[in-house]
């Protein structure tokens, strides 16, 4: 039996293809999850119209992402810490801290989008990388200043 996938499923194609199911599976298993549609002129068309509208929407997605790479790359954040002898810092600055940061600049954005390995626990300059999608990654940067 032909059936029209319309989502990307492992082991037989990604959305939009036409693909050749056992009858029993497509019934029992592809219909009732929305994963797929029997093949036929009208169900085509509508599977066609669901690509073209992911496309864009994907399009759209992408072109927001990449203004907002943008205006990451070109801003920079500044950290006043009170530091003790031999400069060493009370507390530290953790990726809520730039996540707050960046929303009072108007930045908003994933909170787990702020790849930052470990609390930053000292004074200097930082690049921290942010991930907005699983091809496109940016870097911010800190300068981390004595009060």
């Known amino acids: 039996m032909e059936v029209i996938l319309l989502e990307d499923f492992e082991g037989l194609g990604v959305s ?28 085509r068309a509508i599977a066609e119209e669901r690509k073209r509208n992911k496309e864009l929407k994907s399009k759209r997605l992408d072109k927001a ?14 950290f006043e810490m009170r530091v003790g002898d031999e400069e060493k810092m009370f507390g530290a600055i953790t990726s809520k801290d730039i996540y707050s940061a960046l929303e009072e600049k108007g ?23 942010i991930k907005l999608d699983s091809d496109l990654k940016t870097e911010l940067k800190i300068y981390v200043i004595k009060t």
Do not use: C, M, Q, W
């Open 107 to 129: 930045i908003l954005l994933d909170k787990n989008a702020i790849l930052l390995d470990e609390s930053i626990k000292a004074l200097g300059i930082y690049h921290i990388p």
């Open 16 to 43: 939009g293809e036409i693909v050749r199911a056992k009858p029993g599976y497509a019934r029992n298993y592809l219909f009732p999850r929305g994963i797929a549609l029997r093949s036929s002129k009208k169900n």
């Open 65 to 78: 992402n990449e203004s907002l790479a943008n205006k990451i790359n070109k801003t920079e954040l500044t």
